[in-house]
């Protein structure tokens, strides 16, 4: 079965860049999501369709994916950026909706 | 309000069933597919299953393949879960998602959580 991985934990220093990544076999043929997650509240999207931002998400998110590895930028982060951040890979011709493991935002 | 609202959550023992209920509201229900996706604190979001717009296709994750039905109500725009042999492995918080084109989901409901325990 497709699996997809997630480092568990990342930290960054306020004003530095995050690259949160997302590895899965051949992911640069399918289509990548990634949501944010922050305690006693429903994830919310931050890029769809690997590279498009719902409103409201400040141009600092950006998304990029190669052949096997995804990746969501957020450019000087801030601490308001702290949050659990998981990727989606969706193939809909083989139904897969996958999400990763989840990557937890430490801002220091 | 564009909203998603889950119900039915609660505690149950290891065996039983539970029905979950999602709720829209104050948008084009019958348009958009939806789906189930459940959070763990072991083991972060999963989804669960999806159905389609006019509910002729759906299908769920392998875990819980001949245990979980989905169904929806385009007339009373709602979607239901229907949970049968459960196990502590499906202790989590239940959500109802909107789909978007290509997959992702832009709506989310607040939640419902089902806790298996003996």
């Known amino acids: 079965s497709y699996v997809v991985t997630q480092t568990p934990h990342m930290s960054v220093a306020p004003g530095k860049t995050a690259g949160i990544t997302c590895e899965g076999d051949n992911i640069g043929e399918k289509n990548v999501h990634w949501y944010q997650l922050r305690p006693g509240q429903p994830p919310s999207v931050v890029m769809y369709n690997v590279n498009d931002r719902p409103s409201g998400i400040p141009e600092r998110f950006s998304a990029s994916k190669s052949a096997n590895t995804a990746t969501l930028t957020i450019s000087g982060v801030d601490d308001g950026d702290e949050a659990d951040y998981y990727c989606q890979v969706v193939d809909l011709d083989n139904d897969q909706r996958l999400f990763g493991g989840g990557t937890k935002l430490t801002v220091l | 309000h564009v909203q998603l609202v889950e119900s039915g959550g609660g505690v149950v023992q290891p065996g039983a069933s539970l029905r979950l209920s999602c709720g829209g509201s104050t948008f084009d229900f019958h348009n958009h597919g939806l789906n189930w996706v459940r959070q763990t604190p072991g083991k972060g979001l999963e989804w669960v299953s999806y159905?389609?717009?006019?509910?002729?296709?759906?299908f769920v994750t392998d875990s819980v393949k001949g245990r979980f039905t989905v169904a929806r109500d385009n007339f009373q725009s709602t979607m239901s879960l229907q949970m049968n042999s459960l196990r502590p492995e499906d202790t989590a918080v239940y959500y109802c998602?909107?789909?978007?084109?290509?997959?992702?989901?832009?709506?989310w409901g607040r939640g419902t959580l089902v806790t298996v325990s003996s």
């Open positions: 998602t909107r789909n978007r084109a290509g997959g992702s989901y832009d709506l």
């Open positions: 159905i389609s717009e006019d509910g002729t296709y759906d």
